[in-house]
């Protein structure tokens, strides 16, 4: 896991690199304009779609959807997909279901668009188009680079979608690699205070939300620490009546629109006696943080592929101080196969 960490600013910059296969997609998409957007994955890469689907809606301004993939292989509804663009998120393609609904939407009309990190894959074979994120094998079982490159892939086709020249994320290689460098004192710094913790809640707003999406899921899965991610506005209409002395919250805040919003968050959960965690490239202004990590300032809509890596290290840093093995959490595998 530490040495796949290591590798995200050079898996990064080379995806930017080779960004043409990407645009050639994102062209093909705006040649037949769909009137909306569905998305489709599970685990981290259901994140990822939760990223997209603010992208698709800020940026493209179409309305944009998850896939309950159990309407199409449990309860086999038949839905008119007519003129609709399906993106089906999955690191590995080999999901069975994110298979079926993909074969599904097809037949109904949809725009298929398989992203993942296995270009020979079933699900690459089942649609129409497909984006490689070019993250190379992934061994450890919590994902990090392929995380990162598919926040990163995602952004690259809806900026391609608009007509975009990725000026955003030209650099976004070496802003890797600072986040990696400059972060390195507050993540040890947070698993100092975090070790102990029995609970840690995680909280954002706007293109971030996928980022406390994904901050819950790796400290669960490495650490076995109960995690719960909430939307900002959403931990405001009652969960944060359960905050505490005894919880720990991890907020991210980066400059932008989303960040701002966080502020009366932010407040509330300290007033409320817990103990603050900021990441972000604005958590140097949150007054009320117990400890700020450090992350580049980007564009809002790029920032989430940078505030994940320390986050990634936290997780890592918990797992070994707490005497667990993060490459090895107890009863997963790299692959889920559901249906």
Known sequence: MAAEIAEQPDVLAGLVRARSDIAEVGARIAQRPPRFALLAARGSSDHAAVYAKYLVEVLLGLPTGLVSPSTTTLYGAEQDLTDVLLISVSQSGGSYDLLEVTQAARSRGALTVAVTNTPSSPLTEAAELAVDIRAGTERAVAATKTYSATLLALYL?????????????????????????????????????????????????????????????????????????????????????????????????????????????????TRSGADLLCVGSAAHTVSSAALAVPVPETAEEVAPVLEVLPIQRLALGLALARGLDPDAPRGLRKVTRTR
Do not use: N, W
């Open 157 to 269: 086709l809806v900026d391609a979608i608009r007509g975009g020249k990725a000026e955003h994320v030209s650099d976004i290689g070496e802003l890797a690699e600072r986040t990696l460098t400059d972060s390195a004192e507050g993540v040890e710094q947070a698993v100092s205070r975090c070790r102990f913790a029995e609970r840690i809640l995680t909280t954002a707003r706007g293109y971030s939300y996928a980022t406390a999406l994904e901050a819950s899921l790796k400290l669960a899965e490495t650490s076995y620490l109960p995690t719960r991610a909430y939307s900002g506005a959403d931990l405001l209409h009652g969960p944060v009546a359960a905050v505490d002395a005894t919880t720990a919250v991890l907020g991210l805040a980066s400059a932008g629109k989303g960040g701002a919003a966080m502020s009366d968050v932010f407040d509330t959960v």
